[in-house]
C-alpha cells in the first residue's frame, strides 16, 4: 500500500490535539474499561470504590481520567472490566487515505516500545470503509511507515501475541484510537463455572446482591451459593472476601508493551494489593453452596443458623431455573429478611419472591443468549411494598409437600403439583416399560398430558462411554388468560419434582422456554435461523460432551450450549426409514444436515457416498464427528457448508444425482448469512421439493419432514411440476409423542 505523507514540520503542527491524550507529562489521561452490556452501571460503582476519578458510564463501556496508576489499579482489581485502554487519539476518516493519514499523525513513537511487536483490530464501518480488515491494514501501515520514519526500525506484527494491541473504532466518518492496556481479556481468570459462566458474569451476580458492599461493612459476611453446581461464584465471592486482587498473579500485561509504561508505578500498586490480600487473609465469613445438590432439611437449618450468627447474608443463583425453589424456600425463613438477592436465569422473566419488593432487572448476555439479571433488596426494605400483591403472589409461597416415595418430600408451590406428580409418575413407569422393551433409551416422557402443566419432558440415558441420565423441559408459554405468577410457580415444582421422580441429578436439569413465533412454535427469544447457525466460536462436539445411543448408533449431545441439544427424538422413526430406504443404494443427500443424525442412519444402510449440507459449520463439524463416532469416515463422505437452496439450484445445473435424499428444513430463516432472503418452508416449500426432486436418480426418492404444524403442501403446483407426494407422516410418529401427532408432517418425494 502506498501513501503520501505530510513533511515533518507539518506533522508536528497537526497531531498536537491527539498528542494530549499520550503525553507522559500530561496530568490527566484518557482512558475507558470496555464491558459486556448490562455492566455498566455496576463497573462505573466498582471503579469509583477504587479511588478511579472522572467515572463516567456509557454504552458498553465506562470511560475514566486520571494517572497512570488509575488505568493500572482499574487492570489489577476490576471483576467487570473485559479490557482497559487508554485513548491515544481522535481525528476524522471520511475514507481510507484520511484514515491513514489520521493515525500516521500519531506519535507512534512516544506509544510503542522499541522492538515490541504490534497488532491492530477495528470496529465500525461507514460507507467508504465497508471492512473492517482493511481499515485495520490501513492503521497498522501508518505505524509502521510513522516508526521507521522517526525511529529507523519497523516493527514486527503479531496477531496472536503482540507486545502491543491497538485497536480502531470507527463511527460517523470519525476514528478514534486506542492501546489495549490489558493484553488478555481481563475475565480470563484461569477459572469457569460447571455451568461455563464466566468470572465477570457470576462477579456481576455478586455485584448485584451487594456481596461487595457486605464484605467492606459486615463482622462476618455470609453467602449462600444456591447455583446448580458449585463453581465459579464460589470462588468469586471468596475472592472478594479475603481482597484478592483477580490480576494479581497475572503473568503478562499489554501495557508491558507501552513506550510510557511506568514500571516504578506498576510495581507500587501491586505491592499494594498483595499487602491488601495479606491483611485479609483470616477474613471471618462463610460461602455455603447448597445448591450443587438437592439441600437437606439439617443444611437448610445450618444456613439459617448461620444466617442469624452472621450479620448480612447474600444469597445468589446461576442460570437453571430449577434453583429458583431453593431460593423461593430460604426467603420465607425470617433469618434471611435482610439478605439481599441477586438471580441470573437465562431466558425467563424476573421471579417473584416471598415478601420481596419487585427487583431491579438488567438485560445481560452470557453466552450471547440473552438472560435476566434481578437483583432484590432485603425483605424491610420499602416494607409497604410488600403489600402490593403485584410484588410477591401468594402462588410462589412454599404451601405444601408431595411425597414422591423416596421418604423425601418434596415442598411446592402450588398444591395441585401433586395431581402433576403422580400423573408423572404413572407415565413414566409405562414408558420405561416401553422403552426397554423397544431398546430405546432417550423418549419423551410426559407432554402437557395436564393441560395446567404445559411442558414436554424428555429423558436422555447416555451410552456407556458417557454414563448419565439428563431431562430436558421445555415450558409452553402460557394463554394470556393465566396469572403469570401461577404459571411461574407451577413450572418451578415441576422443575422440582420431574427429577426426584425420574431420578435425575437435579444439575443434570435442563429447561427451556417455548413460544410461539413465526413459523410455529419455537422456544424464547431464538428464530429458526439462530437454530440452525448456533453460538458463534463454540465447539459443538467436544471430546467431554455426553454420548446417547439410538437405532445402534451413537451420537453427540450438548445440553448447555444450544436451543436444541443435537438430536429430534421424534425423527427416531423417520431416521430409521433412512436407514431402509438405503438398502440397496449408493448415494445420499442429507439436506438441513443438522447434527447429521441421519446421515449416520443412510451410511449405516450401506451408503457408499454420503453428502451433508448445512449453512452453519458448527453443525456441520458436528455432523462430521457424529459419522466418525460411528466408523464412516473417508473421502466418500463429504460435508458441504451452503445456504442449501442456493446450493440446490447449483447441482441442478451440474451432473451430480442421488439415490435417496432426506431434506428436513426449519419452519423459516432469516439468516444473516442467506443474505437479504429469508426462508419460509410453506411459502417455498414448492421451489425447494422441485429443486430436489430435480437432484434424484431417475428411480430415486426423497423423505420431506417439516415441523410446522399447520403445514399444507401445494399439491396442484406439485402434480404441475411433476413431483409425486405421499404422507406418511402417521407412520413416522413414534410411541412416545402419540399425545401429539402434529410434531412434524413426513412425505415421500418422488419424480412421476
Known amino acids: 500500500m502506498t501513501r503520501t505523507r505530510n513533511s515533518g514540520a507539518s506533522r508536528i503542527s497537526s497531531y498536537n490535539d491527539a ?8 496530568a490527566a489521561m484518557e482512558f475507558y474499561a470496555t464491558c459486556p452490556t448490562g455492566f455498566e452501571a455496576q463497573l462505573a460503582r466498582e471503579l469509583r470504590s477504587l479511588d478511579i476519578p472522572r467515572v463516567r458510564p456509557l454504552k458498553g463501556r465506562v470511560a475514566f481520567e486520571g494517572a497512570q496508576r488509575d488505568a493500572y489499579r482499574a487492570c489489577l482489581w476490576s471483576r467487570l472490566a473485559s479490557r482497559v485502554l487508554v485513548v491515544l487519539g481522535r481525528f476524522s ?20 516500545r522499541l522492538r515490541a511487536t504490534i497488532a491492530v483490530g477495528a470496529s465500525g464501518t461507514t460507507p467508504q470503509l465497508k471492512n473492517t480488515h482493511y481499515s485495520a491494514l490501513c492503521v497498522k501501515d501508518a505505524i509502521v511507515d510513522r516508526m521507521i520514519d522517526e525511529t529507523g526500525r519497523r516493527p514486527a506484527v503479531d496477531t496472536k501475541h503482540p507486545d502491543a494491541r491497538i485497536a480502531v473504532s470507527i463511527q460517523r466518518d470519525r476514528a478514534s484510537v486506542s492501546l489495549d492496556l490489558s493484553g488478555e481479556a481481563l475475565f480470563k481468570r484461569g477459572h469457569r463455572g460447571a455451568l461455563d459462566v464466566r468470572p465477570d458474569y457470576a462477579a456481576l451476580v455478586l455485584a448485584s446482591a451487594s456481596w461487595p458492599d457486605t464484605c467492606r461493612t459486615a463482622t462476618r459476611p455470609v453467602l ?29 500485561w499489554g501495557f508491558e508493551g507501552w513506550a510510557q509504561h511506568d514500571a516504578t508505578a506498576w510495581i507500587a500498586e501491586r505491592e499494594a494489593a498483595r499487602e491488601e490480600a495479606q491483611r485479609h487473609r483470616d477474613a471471618a465469613g462463610s460461602i455455603l453452596a447448597l445448591g450443587a445438590h438437592s439441600a437437606s432439611d439439617a443444611e437448610l437449618n445450618q444456613a439459617e443458623a448461620t444466617a442469624i450468627a452472621g450479620n448480612l447474608l447474600t444469597l445468589s443463583a446461576s442460570r437453571l431455573p430449577l434453583t429458583l425453589n431453593l431460593v423461593t424456600q430460604l426467603c420465607a425463613s425470617p433469618a434471611f429478611k435482610d439478605a439481599p438477592v441477586a438471580l441470573l436465569s437465562a431466558g425467563a422473566a424476573p421471579c417473584a419472591l416471598p415478601g420481596r419488593p419487585r427487583p431491579t432487572t438488567t438485560i445481560v448476555r452470557p453466552g450471547n443468549e440473552e438472560a435476566v439479571l434481578a437483583a432484590y433488596p432485603p425483605a424491610d426494605a420499602h416494607a409497604s411494598q410488600a403489600e402490593d400483591a403485584g410484588n410477591a403472589s401468594p402462588a410462589l409461597r412454599a404451601s405444601a409437600t408431595v411425597d414422591v416415595g423416596n421418604g423425601k418430600p418434596v415442598p411446592v408451590l402450588v398444591p395441585a403439583s401433586e395431581q402433576f406428580a403422580r400423573r408423572l409418575q404413572k407415565v413414566a413407569r ?8 423397544e431398546g430405546i433409551s432417550c423418549y419423551r416422557v410426559y407432554d402437557a398430558d395436564l393441560p395446567d402443566y404445559a411442558a414436554a419432558i424428555d429423558l436422555f440415558i447416555g451410552a456407556p462411554e458417557t454414563p448419565g441420565r439428563w431431562l430436558q423441559i421445555a415450558e409452553y408459554a402460557a394463554p394470556k388468560t393465566i396469572d403469570p405468577a401461577l404459571a411461574q410457580a407451577r413450572m418451578l415444582d415441576i422443575l422440582s419434582l420431574a427429577p426426584r421422580v425420574l431420578d435425575v441429578d437435579p444439575a443434570c436439569v435442563h429447561a427451556k422456554t417455548r413460544m410461539r413465533s ?10 429458526a435461523a439462530s437454530v440452525r447457525e448456533g453460538g458463534a466460536g463454540q465447539t459443538a462436539a467436544s471430546d467431554n460432551l455426553p454420548h446417547i445411543n439410538e437405532g445402534g448408533l451413537t451420537f453427540i449431545v450438548n445440553f448447555d450450549d444450544y436451543l436444541d441439544c443435537g438430536i429430534f427424538l421424534d425423527h427416531r422413526v423417520t431416521r430409521s426409514l433412512v436407514r431402509e430406504h438405503m438398502r440397496g443404494r449408493k448415494r445420499f443427500l442429507n439436506l438441513f444436515a443438522y447434527t447429521g443424525t441421519a446421515t449416520c442412519y443412510a451410511a449405516d444402510g450401506g451408503a457408499e457416498h454420503t453428502t451433508t449440507v448445512d449453512l452453519s459449520n458448527t453443525y ?3 455432523a462430521r464427528r457424529n459419522m466418525q463416532l460411528n466408523g464412516f469416515t473417508g473421502r466418500n463422505h463429504t460435508f458441504e457448508r451452503a445456504d442449501v437452496l442456493s446450493w440446490i439450484r447449483e447441482q441442478g445445473r451440474g451432473q451430480r444425482r442421488w439415490d ?3 431434506c428436513d428444513p426449519p419452519t423459516f430463516s432469516n439468516s444473516t448469512k442467506m443474505g437479504q432472503r429469508t426462508f419460509d418452508v410453506q411459502r417455498d416449500h414448492v421451489e425447494l421439493l422441485s429443486g430436489v426432486a430435480r437432484l434424484l436418480t431417475a428411480d430415486g426418492e426423497a423423505i420431506f419432514s417439516c415441523n410446522l404444524r399447520s403445514f399444507k403442501p401445494d399439491v396442484d403446483a406439485l402434480e404441475h411440476a411433476g413431483i409425486i407426494l405421499d404422507d406418511i407422516t402417521a407412520a413416522t410418529i413414534p410411541e412416545d409423542y402419540a399425545r401429539n401427532k402434529r410434531i412434524h408432517c413426513c412425505y415421500i418425494v418422488r419424480n412421476a
Open 518 to 527: 413465526r413459523g410455529g412454535s419455537q422456544y424464547a427469544k431464538k428464530t
Open 19 to 26: 498528542h494530549r491524550h499520550v503525553s507522559h507529562e500530561s
Open 620 to 622: 456441520l463439524d458436528w
Open 660 to 662: 435417496l435424499i432426506f
Open 430 to 437: 409405562l414408558r420405561r416399560r416401553w422403552a426397554k422393551r
Open 93 to 112: 476518516c471520511r475514507d481510507a487515505d484520511e484514515l491513514y493519514e489520521g493515525a500516521y499523525r500519531l506519535p507512534w513513537e512516544d506509544v510503542v
Open 224 to 252: 449462600v451459593d444456591a447455583s446448580p453446581q458449585a463453581g465459579v461464584l464460589a470462588r468469586e465471592a471468596d475472592d472478594e472476601l479475603h481482597r484478592r486482587a483477580p490480576g494479581l498473579e497475572r503473568r503478562h
